[in-house]
């Protein structure tokens, strides 16, 4: 059988046609409406605005933490008609001079974050300063009746997530997360597929991200420290003295980050809870070594295992010092396989090719990506911000995911099983 090659993510209205079976076609699902999957996650929410934006009315935004993932953010939203950079948070001068510069005469850089929430021509805040800080920014923020889109993890310890939720909620700001698969359309029809049925029952998911540290592109750049205010950096982080390779590589390090489970498997756990309708799993065994980057705190080669209570389980694996294979998904069920990345997804059918043959038969569907989900979630958070409905990456599926990775982290660290 032919594959189902499309070129961009699309949908039907109503279900999902049945699975399709060697004689079918393909083209029931080349001649619907594009638009028709891309649904509200909770329609009918309002939230509310701190001051109301006409039609021809940028959304104000301040930058916190401006290094190379806030950048990242930074120039989509710069791009968008309806979004305008107005200042840039650090408390490192020679970064927040860059991203000022960067950003346009109208951006102006500032040392302290509060200040970027004391002005009242600040409608929304991005926040992408190290995890540690992601909590009180984010409540302060949302005090200051700031609109957010806090990169993931949202929290830093589990104890955050329901104070977070409840100051969240309790504002009625629009809050997105950097959970970015839940406003990629290719990750929204893959969830249509398997709510479908199409690949049966679904036992196993596994996931896996591999980077390599070890043969970084460029060479980390001079820290001028003289220039980088530590102790407010450090914030509520023991004290400490400075280190270049803390600061630069934090994620790595237990005071700042909770490595590879909360930097990269929160992205595939998000999903995953999101797809299979489970935020929270039953048990997690976990392990960790450090096998070639001995100047970290945290593990560069990880895996674990998440029973959870819908009856399947979740394996994942990463390593940072091999980035072959990059990231995914791969959720395996009794009618067939489906492998999602960010490049797109491949179903494969069960009885095609011999029991336990090796080789994978034909996809009997391919969609490959087209977009950025970075885009599309932010774009979803400053239509939110119009609208006052709810972002897809909310900040309680934010919470969830982050409370996966941080259980993961303890059963690591522990070397127990770890109920929820």
Known sequence: MSPCRLGSPVAHSGTLPPPLHSSA????????????????????????????????????IGLIGTGGRCMGLAGILKNQPNAEIVAACDVYEPRRTAAAERMGAQAKPVADYREVLDRTDIDAVVIAAPDHWHVKMTLDAVAASKDVYVEKPVTHDISEGERLIAGVERSKRVVATGTQQRSWEHYILAKQVIESGRLGQIPLVECYWYQNYLRRARPDPEIDSSKLDWKQWLGSARDQPFDSLRYRRWRFFWDFGGGIFTDLMTHWIDAIQWIMKSPSPKSITAAGATHALKEWECPDTVNASLIFPNNYTVVYNGAMVGSLDGGGIVFRGSEGVMRLTRDGFWVYNEGVIPAE????????????????????????????????????????????????????????????????
Do not use: Y
């Open 25 to 60: 076609k393909c083209s029931t699902l080349l001649n619907v409406e594009r638009r028709t999957f891309v649904t509200s996650l909770a329609a009918g929410a309002v939230l509310a605005p701190s001051r109301v934006l006409g039609a021809g009315d940028r959304v104000r």
């Open 357 to 420: 043959g090796t080789a994978r038969p034909e996809p009997s569907m391919i969609v490959k990506s087209t977009g950025d989900g970075t885009v599309s979630n932010l774009k979803n958070w400053l239509d939110c911000i119009r609208t006052r409905a709810l972002p897809n990456a909310h900040i309680r599926a934010g919470v969830e995911a982050a409370r996966t990775s941080h259980l993961t982290n303890q059963a690591m660290r522990t070397g127990r099983v770890v109920t929820s």
